[in-house]
């Protein structure tokens, strides 16, 4: 009787700590979540759209706009222009990482460089991009190199100020381990360093796409003659909102989808890591 009677507290006490534990980590993922939420504002805009609410004038329909993207393919516009804007978007990307990388392992790893280069990039992240697009027409002209400098410039400060980071948060126990197994600079740099900054590097790519994809929608606008911002701007004239929506979407899709790469490389390149996301 006694037994029992001291073996139920202890019960009652554990079982709503177990409960508990269980209710803090998110249920398992959705399958097609992250689709759930542009369904949804398709859905209401489909739907205001059909029933009147929304003016054509100011916002096309859905089927309007389908209808458009075809017309475009179909006459070819739309696969020169996104293949003029891919180009400009891949070269400004390709050169603004190499450029953010180096900076950060020149800055990450001495003391000097960091001192050199860490100030004026943290200058360069307080002032956007676009904000020197007046300087950058003065000094390169309105012609591709402005444009693909433009976007260089949206994408190295992300990769750098991540890629810094994730350098100066390794652990400094590897960095004893490494002296004390007496590692050349190189193992030390590709055994340590570079692991250790790539959870940062990563997450500073995933900033680094969605800039480069900003910083071309604007600088296609400026005197531009190809290009999907072209197709926007010269639509604007014309007041055809539909190859405006066009636009938009398509930047977006491409946004999302470069996202989504970068995160499942993030996803297979980190898997020995366990986080809320699992």
């Known amino acids: 009787m006694t037994a029992s009677v ?4 202890r019960q009652s006490a554990t079982a709503p700590a177990h409960k508990a534990s269980r ?32 003016d054509p004038r100011t916002l096309s329909a859905p089927w309007t706009v389908v209808t458009t993207a075809g017309d475009l393919i179909v006459d070819g516009r739309l696969q020169d222009n996104l293949s003029i804007s891919a180009q400009r978007a891949g ?11 180096v900076l950060a392992l020149i800055a990450g790893l001495s003391r000097w460089g960091e001192a050199l280069l860490d100030g004026p ?27 693909v400098i433009t976007i260089t410039l949206g994408v190295f400060v992300p990769v750098y100020i991540h890629t810094h980071n994730g350098l100066r948060s390794i652990d400094s126990r590897y960095v004893e ?16 360093v570079l692991p250790g900054a790539l959870p940062g590097f990563l997450l500073g790519m995933r900033f680094a796409v969605v800039s480069a994809w900003l910083s071309l929608v604007v600088v296609e606008q400026i005197n531009s003659t190809s290009g999907i911002g072209y197709m926007m701007q010269l639509a604007r004239e014309y007041g055809q909102t539909d190859v405006i929506i066009v636009g938009l979407v398509l ?21 020995w890591r366990r986080t809320l996301a699992d």
């Open 23 to 54: 209710r803090l980590k998110p249920r398992r993922p959705i399958p097609f979540g992250a689709a759930i939420g542009p369904f949804l504002l398709l859905g209401v805009w489909a739907a205001g759209s059909a029933a009147g609410w929304i």
């Open 6 to 9: 001291l073996t139920r507290p």
């Open 91 to 101: 070269l400004g990307l390709l050169i603004g990482t190499a450029i953010g990388t």
């Open 251 to 271: 930047y977006g899709l491409l946004g999302l989808l470069s996202d989504g790469a970068v995160r499942l490389a993030q996803r297979r390149a980190l898997s």
């Open 121 to 147: 990039i943290q200058i360069k992240r307080a002032i956007p991009a676009l904000a020197l697009l007046p300087l950058l027409v003065l000094w390169f002209g309105i012609g591709e190199q402005m444009k």
């Open 177 to 192: 381990l490494g002296e004390s197994l007496r590692l050349p600079r190189v193992v030390f740099i590709r055994r340590i």
